[in-house]
């Protein structure tokens, strides 16, 4: 990984809330950077300032002060036009409860990002790096949790982004389930040589991953890297 | 006092989706405001006529003799049924009014007895004294057309004579409240009125003594007039009368009639349209919105609230909202129906204007109103509540999207954007039809409201550009032999005179009658002529009789089929004549011959009313003065004065009326669009925020809910205006009086700016929808579940 690029860097990142008159600090001063293709699990407890980070990295959130370089520019100074590109073309979303389109077919439903990418892969490509190939032609309603949650993945990929953020992807769903969610993350992060960012409570999924932060209070209070990647089936829940 | 947390909740709601309620409270203001108006402005003046009529003694039957002696009145009032009678002298006369280049006519007036009938309500100055030969009371509106005051003096030309009268008093009175001048079409008060005058002047100015021209009679409560008519028409016929008519055909009361009946329609069909429509957008619209507290149902459910707590508290949610559009439309309605109420009271000169209320109307207003945004509430809070607290709180399953055929979608290359609309409309037909039936139903009501503009102006333009194209028509005081044509054309100005004949009759078949003027033409007359249904000249038959379309309906006659004709002046011959051809003729009941078949039929000469006249327009004052100097001029009607009557007294009823509608019908249609939108955002707007997230431009994600809005909104046209239509002609059907017959006319015109206003709305919504598609919250998006 030494030789590798730093595909994205946050400085000094801060973000403050005011919530009445309290103010909360949800984040502090966090500095982070992740190579190109580099798998990071993100560990930490509620309210700990995880979520605000990936969402100031994905560009749906705001930092109060800090840099975000993305490609050598800061895009928390991006307007909203300039944060939506960023999205668009860089940034793949995968989130808790999936947030398919209930009216489109699980190859639609990909194909939903692939239109509007400037350099995607075939939706059926992007379905088959998940393992859901026979599964095209199916509604949200036809797939189970799991499935829905690999065609979001699939959804996530489709583009070919940079980085790939994922809050919480087997939050809502049982160990075996979460297994096949974490293997097609892993074969997404091996494929598209994505950066891959996974939002967890489960601390047991850390040892998939090349790094991993934890997150305390809104600061990274601790950093491990792993010397060896274990796989997703070799994981304890 | 501690306001229970459920009570809170339901005003904060209330205040967190403000412009919604405010949207539906507006939609049910209009359609509880239009039932208040109409029947409240409807009932208002009927009540009114009701009590004029009553307080002023307003006659039953009315009858004009040529001269009948005042003894005959004993006999007369020995007819059973008939409670009083009066005999009175009424002739017209020329009054000489500086100024006025046409001649105007006024009517002459013996005045009432003490207790008589068709009593006076003076609104200035006094009565005459009752010997005095001079002195006079006015007509209010033709004293106010002409700036006449209590003391000035207007002279009259009464039998060839000038006399100066001094004016005691302006009037008013019941049996003129519409006060048509004879042969016109629309009153004009500049150029018809009335003078009262006490019976000795007349006596004298008409050498009347001891006898009478006119009786007025009031019957017993519930006497079939008919046959007091017949009774009468007996007695009176060998003095040149036998036409009695009722209150039906008394001139004032039928065209006030005819008003109220277009009123009363208009009351009838239109608001409970209204309402109706309010009511089904509200219920479907807090039906969506209690959809979308699902959630909270759940959650309620789940800390303990028993499900008629809940339900109580949705309850009080959309009531709050009804109870606000019901007060408001009540406000509105009460309002507007009171200011229209005294536009037409000032309209039909009446003394007063009694305004009740009819608490039926409020609470049928009110409980429609309510029973529709409570069956909405409660259609939707039932299947909620009918879940466990858990389910109810997850997340409901995506919507299964199998079945229904999505696939017929796949085939069709679209973006996928394009596929969600598509699959969206398609998968819950019942939403989207209510949906499109809502924004029809908006474009219904404003077709519906506007089409009678096109409508008048198509009855102008075939009565008076195709059919009565003569620019004056000269009515002479008696029948002239055919050579005062001749003397016509030497008149200065005149172009091409065309005689006419008019004879009143009755025509009869089995038990219809009806009493009409028939009016006799040359057969080739070219400025006045009779037009077929498909507006073309007919021409005149040998010996039939042209019968307008509301006549021969009136009569259940068909061309080809014979009538009675009995003639009630001259020689009152009885003759049977085929009826030759049916006529369109939008005002008053049309009966027309050839001159000289008229003239055989009637057994008389060759005689004439008068004329129908061209003009040459620089010499049409020298053409005023002359006739107004010549004595054969009975009255002169000048058709451009009759048109602009006609516009003009339109525009103050129908007009009125209609663009109240018309504004009430957009409120409307903004309403129900900018529900729709903003609930089909609620619902879609996860979907629309992942779009957001995933890297879609705002301009995209809102085009995928405008794109629906679009959708159901151009779906919503093509049958807003089938129904529209519907409604149009049920509102003719109402319309339809013996005075009056609308044409419905429905140009492109109409349906063009209905579509126009529902779009306009939809554009605005749609904007305000914009606003909120900017504002969408991301992070919550990956918070929340659905």
């Known amino acids: 990984m030494s030789h590798a690029t730093t595909v994205i860097e946050a400085r000094g990142l801060t973000k403050t809330y005011r919530n009445g008159a309290a103010e909360v600090r949800a984040l502090q001063d966090v500095d982070f950077a992740a190579q190109q293709g580099e798998f990071v699990v993100v560990l930490g407890p509620s309210g700990s300032g995880k979520s605000t980070f990936l969402n100031i990295l994905g560009g749906i959130d705001r930092a109060t002060s800090g840099a975000v370089l993305f490609a050598g520019q800061d895009i928390t100074t991006f307007n909203e036009q300039a944060l939506t590109r960023y999205r668009r073309d860089h940034v793949g979303f995968v989130f808790q409860f999936y947030n398919l389109v209930p009216s489109l077919t699980a190859l639609e439903n990909v194909a939903l990002v692939t239109e509007i990418a400037a350099n995607p892969m075939r939706p059926e490509e992007a379905l088959d790096i998940v393992g859901l190939s026979a599964r095209h032609g199916h509604f949200p309603a036809q797939l189970s949790g799991g499935e829905q949650q690999r065609v979001a993945i699939a959804r996530a990929i489709a583009k070919r982004p940079d980085l790939l953020f994922c809050d919480e992807p087997t939050g809502a769903l049982d160990s075996a389930t979460g297994v096949l969610v974490l293997e097609a993350l892993v074969e997404a992060n091996r494929s598209t040589g994505a950066t891959t960012l996974i939002i967890t409570h489960n601390a047991g999924i850390q040892q998939i991953a090349d790094r991993t932060l934890r997150f305390a209070d809104g600061r990274i209070v601790d950093e491990l890297r792993n010397a060896t990647r274990k796989r997703p089936d070799q994981v304890s829940w | 006092m501690v306001i229970p947390p459920l009570r809170r909740k339901a005003l904060r709601d209330l205040r967190r989706l403000w412009a919604q309620a405010l949207a539906i409270g507006l939609v049910l203001a209009a359609g509880v405001a239009t039932l208040i108006l109409g029947n409240g402005a409807h009932r208002a003046l009927s009540d009114t006529r009701d009590r004029y009529y009553a307080d002023y003694r307003f006659a039953d039957l009315f009858s004009d003799v040529v001269r009948a002696p005042l003894a005959l009145v004993d006999d007369i009032r020995a007819i059973d049924g008939v409670i009083q009678v009066e005999p009175r002298i009424v002739k017209l006369a020329r009054p000489e009014i500086a100024g006025l280049a046409e001649p105007a006519s006024v009517l002459l007036v013996s005045l009432p007895a003490q207790l008589g009938l068709n009593q006076l309500h003076l609104r200035k100055g006094r009565l005459p004294q009752p010997g005095t030969a001079n002195e006079a009371v006015v007509s209010q509106d033709f004293a106010t057309a002409h700036g006449l005051q209590t003391g000035t003096r207007l002279t009259v030309v009464m039998n060839g004579k000038r006399r100066a009268l001094s004016i005691t008093g302006i009037a008013l009175s019941p049996e003129f409240i519409y006060a048509l001048g004879p042969g016109e079409m629309m009153p004009d008060a500049r150029r018809f009125g009335v003078v009262w005058l006490p019976r000795p002047a007349l ?304 025509l009869v078949n089995g038990p219809r009658s009806k009493r009409v003027a028939v009016e006799g033409r040359p057969a080739d007359a070219r400025l006045s002529r009779v037009l077929s249904p498909d507006l073309r000249p007919m021409p005149m038959p040998d010996t039939g009789l042209i019968l307008s379309e509301a006549l021969a309906e009136a009569l259940a006659l068909r061309s080809g089929d014979r009538v009675e004709v009995r003639f009630l002046d001259g020689r009152r011959s009885v003759v049977n004549l085929p009826v030759s051809g049916i006529s369109v003729g939008f005002m008053g009941l049309g009966a027309t011959m050839e001159l000289s078949a008229l003239s055989r039929a009637a057994g008389e000469g060759a005689l004439i009313s008068g004329a129908n006249l061209m003009l040459d327009a620089t010499a049409a004052p020298d053409f005023f003065a002359a006739a107004a100097a010549a004595p054969k001029t009975g009255f002169l009607n000048v058709t451009d004065l009759t048109v602009s009557r006609f516009r003009a007294t339109l525009a103050e009823n129908i007009t009125l009326m209609i663009t109240v509608y018309v504004t009430l019908a957009a409120i409307i249609a903004m309403g129900v669009v900018y529900n729709f939108s903003r609930i089909a955002l609620s619902e879609q707007g996860r979907e629309l925020a992942s779009l957001r997230v995933l890297g879609f431009t705002r301009t995209e994600v809102a085009s995928v809910i405008l794109l629906e809005l679009a959708v159901v909104v151009l779906l919503a046209q093509p049958l807003g205006w089938l129904i529209g239509h519907g409604i149009g002609l049920a509102m003719v059907a109402a319309f339809s009086s013996d005075l009056y017959r609308v044409p419905f006319v429905m140009g492109r015109e109409v349906y063009a700016t209905a579509s126009l206003i529902v779009l306009g709305a939809a554009v605005l919504s749609a904007l305000a929808i914009r606003g909120r598609i900017d504002r969408l919250d991301l992070i919550a998006v990956l918070k929340t579940r659905e």
């Open chain 2, 203 to 506: 006596e004298q100015a008409f050498d009347l003594k001891g006898t009478f021209s006119n009786l007025v009679l009031r019957l017993a409560p519930g006497m079939p007039e008919q046959r007091v008519i017949a009774a009468l028409d007996r007695i009176t016929a060998p003095f040149g009368g036998g036409g009695a008519t009722g209150r039906g055909d008394q001139l004032s009361h039928a065209f006030l009639d005819a008003e109220l009946k277009q009123l009363g329609a208009m009351v009838k069909v239109l608001p409970p349209i209204f309402l109706l429509v309010a009511a089904m957008l509200v219920h479907m619209t807090l039906s969506r919105l209690i959809t979308l507290e699902r959630e909270q149902i759940g959650l309620l459910k789940a800390i303990g609230y028993t499900p008629r707590q809940i339900a109580g508290h949705y309850l009080e949610f959309v009531l709050l909202i009804a109870a606000g559009g019901i007060l408001v439309g009540f406000a509105a309605g009460a309002w507007l129906g009171a200011g229209l109420a005294q536009l037409y009271a000032r309209f039909f000169s009446f003394p007063f204007l009694v305004f009740g209320t009819d608490p039926r109307v409020y609470g049928l207003a009110a409980l429609v109103t309510a029973l529709a945004a409570t069956a909405g509430a409660l259609q939707s809070l039932r299947s909620v509540l009918a879940l466990p607290p858990a389910v109810a709180m997850a997340p409901p399953a995506p919507a299964d999207y199998r079945g229904r055929r999505p696939g017929v979608f796949r085939a069709i290359p679209m973006r996928q954007t394009g596929r969600m609309v598509a699959r969206h409309l398609w998968h819950w037909p019942i939403r989207t039809a209510s949906s499109v039936l809502g924004m029809a139903m908006a474009v219904a009501i404003l077709v519906a409201s506007l089409w009678s503009f096109g409508s008048i102006d198509h009855m102008i333009h075939v009565t008076f550009g195709l059919a009565e194209r003569q620019d004056a028509k000269m009515v002479f005081t008696t029948p002239e032999p055919m050579r005062a044509v001749a003397d016509l054309r030497h008149m200065p100005g005149v172009m091409v005179a065309e005689p006419f004949r008019i004879i009143p009759a009755k």
